[in-house]
């Protein structure tokens, strides 16, 4: 029944999953952020209430939807981690956490821009907005803990801990415009009856969420597939895989020998040398 569930704990075939969609992610990525961004740049007419000055909604809303989103993924990943000991979910926990941030980063700058012509000043200590600068300092936490212990075992239960206490924070956000008084507008989107937007505003928001949802994707896989790379480096697939991309795919039905390796990718290649190890690896690998 769960054997679906044990794949995704063998690294080559994480990698190999993360190769494939990462270019159908790119480009889907691409084309949603093109429409959306024309559709609501040039298409959408103008707010009869904050003019021109709202278009700054479709950067400003997905940024704060994924900062939450990647957050989650990450507290669950890190959950995975810490009950299994799948080193695979550890990886995509670390992938994340810089990538959130960043969404984090981008939602609190857009939105003091937004709220400058709307409340008259860059910032004010809402219950959204202090929440969210919670939830980047949280981020931050998570990255510095993964550097501040000497064995990296010790450093990714330390964050893991971190992220999945965090996620408390995450339904704080989410409720603070109808649990407190604030300046923050509340729920446009996901309201239970209707959108409280017009169509012709609503389909480039839409068009751009699912763009920076698919961008956030895109970006995970990358950055999973270069993590692995980097913690199997001596591993027999990354050999075999290493080996494949130099000299061709005359040599390529050797890595199907790659899926028998460990779920920890812990085997290592000691009949070719270390120094040999490493010369194949950086030379197939190293941009």
Same mark, same amino acid.
């Given at each position: 029944?769960?054997?679906?569930?044990?794949?995704?704990?063998?690294?080559?075939?994480?990698?190999?999953?993360?190769?494939?969609?990462?270019?159908?992610? +790119?480009? %889907?990525? !691409?084309?949603? =952020?093109?429409?959306? $961004?024309?559709?609501?740049?040039? #298409? /959408?007419? @103008?707010?009869?209430?904050?003019?021109?000055?709202?278009?700054?909604?479709?950067?400003?809303?997905?940024?704060?939807?994924?900062?939450?989103?990647?957050?989650?993924?990450? +507290?669950? %990943?890190? !959950?995975?981690? =810490?009950?299994?000991? $799948?080193?695979?979910?550890?990886? #995509? /926990?670390? @992938?994340?956490?810089?990538?959130?941030?960043?969404?984090?980063?981008?939602?609190?700058?857009?939105?003091?821009?937004?709220?400058?012509?709307?409340?008259?000043?860059?910032?004010?200590?809402?219950?959204?907005?202090?929440?969210?600068?919670? $939830?980047?300092?949280?981020?931050?936490?998570?990255? @510095?803990?993964?550097?501040?212990?000497?064995?990296?075992?010790?450093?990714?239960?330390?964050?893991?801990?971190?992220?999945?206490?965090?996620?408390?924070?995450?339904?704080?956000?989410?409720?603070?415009?109808?649990?407190?008084?604030?300046?923050?507008?509340?729920?446009?989107?996901?309201?239970?009856?209707?959108?409280?937007?017009?169509?012709?505003?609503?389909?480039?928001?839409?068009?751009?969420?699912?763009?920076?949802?698919?961008?956030?994707?895109?970006?995970?896989?990358?950055?999973?597939?270069?993590?692995?790379?980097?913690?199997?480096?001596?591993?027999?697939?990354?050999?075999?895989?290493?080996?494949?991309?130099?000299?061709?795919?005359?040599?390529?039905?050797?890595?199907?020998?790659?899926?028998?390796?460990?779920?920890?990718?812990?085997?290592?290649?000691?009949?070719?040398?270390?120094?040999?190890?490493?010369?194949?690896?950086?030379?197939?690998?190293?941009?």
């Amino acid at each position: 029944m769960f054997t679906w569930f044990h794949r995704f704990g063998s690294a080559p075939f994480v990698y190999r999953l993360c190769d494939v969609l990462a270019p159908w992610l +790119a480009a %889907a990525a !691409a084309l949603c =952020l093109l429409a959306g $961004l024309w559709l609501g740049l040039v #298409v /959408a007419p @103008a707010d009869y209430e904050q003019g021109e000055s709202y278009r700054i909604i479709y950067v400003h809303v997905p940024s704060a939807w994924l900062s939450m989103f990647a957050y989650v993924v990450m +507290a669950l %990943a890190s !959950a995975v981690f =810490l009950i299994w000991r $799948l080193k695979v979910a550890d990886k #995509v /926990a670390a @992938a994340v956490a810089p990538i959130g941030a960043a969404f984090t980063a981008a939602a609190l700058v857009t939105g003091s821009f937004w709220g400058k012509p709307m409340w008259g000043t860059w910032w004010v200590w809402d219950a959204r907005l202090t929440s969210e600068l919670l $939830l980047l300092f949280l981020y931050f936490g998570y990255m @510095a803990l993964r550097n501040a212990f000497d064995t990296p075992s010790s450093a990714a239960r330390a964050a893991g801990i971190l992220a999945v206490v965090g996620v408390v924070n995450i339904p704080i956000i989410h409720f603070s415009v109808e649990w407190w008084n604030t300046l923050h507008q509340p729920a446009s989107i996901t309201r239970l009856d209707t959108p409280s937007m017009h169509i012709s505003m609503l389909r480039p928001l839409l068009l751009m969420t699912l763009g920076f949802q698919l961008f956030f994707f895109h970006h995970m896989t990358v950055r999973v597939r270069n993590g692995l790379l980097r913690r199997e480096a001596r591993s027999r697939w990354v050999l075999e895989l290493a080996r494949d991309r130099r000299d061709g795919p005359s040599r390529s039905g050797r890595s199907g020998r790659s899926d028998r390796s460990d779920r920890s990718g812990t085997v290592s290649a000691t009949t070719t040398g270390a120094g040999t190890v490493d010369g194949e690896v950086h030379r197939a690998w190293t941009p």
